[in-house]
């Protein structure tokens, strides 16, 4: 999902609340990356509240969106910052990869791969559903094709790693015959491109 641009970054006995310019993608209980402030704020969290706030300024009453999120840390007095903080899609977790590959990693550099391609896998497949007009919560698989799908995507970026030819192609149609492009079988089962019905 797009970033949300923060504004205002306070901190009150553990509760951090940033001033956001809209929370149309914001839900509580999701995953958020808080990045551009700086510490105490920046990192990952879950979202513990979302807060519309009809404010007068000017004379003129406005909605003023703000997010909360735990933060074990001292008080930090409220100032205006320039920031973002991005919904992170957790439909998938290392083990459904890991549990579909069927082995563990066994050194740093490949537990930080499947971390990234974890990751990239609920990124692109909740991104290309949400293209698509699909509205999904991201903090709960909307279907078991969709969690298939998003495993099979993730294992694919992780085999990928180190291959020329003997892992998963990313192609919706084959071009070769020894090859099983493993990406038209993701957007079947992601729901895409299929015919729309008027």
Partial sequence: MNPVAVTHAELTDDVVTLTVASISYLRVGYHAEVQGIGAPYDGQHILTA?????????????DVFTVEYAKNHANVVGSDVDGRITPRCTWIGESDVTDFLGFLPDTQPDEAWLTMCTETANDFCSRRRWEN?????LN???????????VLYAAGLFRERGSIDSF??????????????????IMRLLGLMRPRVA
């Fill in 133 to 137: 007009g699909y509205s999904d919560l």
């Fill in 168 to 185: 998963s192609s990313f192609q919706e149609m084959s071009v070769t015959g020894t090859l099983a492009g493993s990406m038209g079988q």
């Fill in 140 to 150: 709960h698989v909307p279907s078991p094709a969709v969690a298939n799908a998003t």
């Fill in 50 to 62: 979302v807060i519309t706030t009809p404010t007068v300024i000017d004379g003129v009453t406005v």
